[in-house]
C-alpha cells in the first residue's frame, strides 16, 4: 500500500484563481512532512516543512501557504495563483531520527 | 548559503557502459543523500551517505566529507536507470535539504 498520496495528479488553472494541492501520509505515527517545488528546468526547493499537527515553517517565500490540519495531512494553498507558482509541486515525509526523506508523485500546476 | 554542485549536466552512455557523476557543496554536510528522479517528475531516495563509501545494487556512492565531495557510481547500466540523479545535503534543520541541479543520465540499448 502507498505510504504516500498527492492530489490532484495535475492541476491547469487561470492566474487569480485559488489553489489547494494536498497529501496524505498512511501508516506513519507523526511523521515530518514537507512541501517542495520545483520550477520547469530548476531545482527543488523546500517551501514549507511540519513537524506536529498545527505548526507550519515557511522556508521560501512564494505567496503560497500551508497547514496541517490533521497528523497525517498536509496542505498547500493560496487565494491568489500567479505565473510564478507554475511547477512540480511534491510532498515528502521522514521519522525522527532518520534522515532519509521519502517523496509523493508530485502535482503538475501549469498557470496561464 | 549552502550550495550544491553537479556534473556533468548530463550524460549519455551505451548499455552495460558504467556512470560516474560527482556532486560537490560549499559548507560541511551532515547528511548526504542522492536521488533518483524519473522522466515524470517522481522522486526516488537511492542513498543516504554523509561518509564512506556505501553499495546498494549497482551503485555506489563515496562521500569525503573533508574535501566536500560525493560520488554515485553506477555500474552496467541500463535503458532504466534514465533519468536525472539529484545530489541534496542538509542544513542542519529538519529535513531542509539543499539539492543541486541534477544529473540528467540517458542510457541506450
Known amino acids: 500500500a502507498q505510504t504516500i498520496h498527492q492530489w490532484p495528479v495535475a492541476e491547469i488553472k487561470a492566474v487569480g484563481s485559488p489553489l489547494s494541492l494536498g497529501c496524505t501520509i498512511k501508516g506513519k505515527s507523526s511523521p515530518n512532512l514537507y512541501w517542495y517545488w520545483q520550477a520547469t528546468g530548476g531545482t527543488l526547493q523546500q517551501l514549507f516543512y511540519s513537524i506536529t499537527v498545527g505548526q507550519v515553517e515557511s522556508v521560501v517565500q512564494l505567496n503560497l501557504s500551508a497547514s496541517r490540519p490533521k497528523d497525517d495531512q498536509f496542505i498547500l494553498s493560496t487565494e491568489k495563483l500567479l505565473l510564478s507558482h507554475s511547477g512540480f509541486y511534491l510532498c515528502?515525509?521522514?521519522?525522527?531520527?532518520?534522515?532519509?526523506?521519502?517523496f509523493g508523485h508530485g502535482t503538475k500546476l501549469s498557470v496561464l | 548559503g549552502q550550495q550544491v554542485q553537479q556534473s556533468p549536466a548530463s550524460l549519455v552512455l551505451q548499455e552495460g557502459e558504467n556512470a560516474e557523476l560527482q556532486c560537490n557543496f560549499s559548507s560541511t554536510a551532515t547528511q548526504l543523500q542522492w536521488f533518483y528522479q524519473s522522466p515524470g517528475g517522481s522522486l526516488v531516495s537511492l542513498l543516504s551517505?554523509?561518509?564512506g563509501t556505501k553499495h546498494t545494487g549497482r551503485l555506489t556512492s563515496t562521500t569525503v566529507t573533508k574535501e566536500r565531495r560525493s560520488s554515485l557510481h553506477i555500474s552496467s547500466s541500463q535503458t532504466t536507470d534514465s533519468g536525472t540523479y539529484l545530489c541534496a545535503i542538509d542544513r542542519g534543520v529538519v529535513g531542509q535539504l539543499t539539492f543541486g541541479r541534477g544529473t540528467r543520465l540517458q542510457v541506450y540499448a
Open positions: 515528502a515525509w521522514s521519522l525522527s531520527g532518520d534522515e532519509r526523506l521519502f
Open positions: 551517505n554523509p561518509s
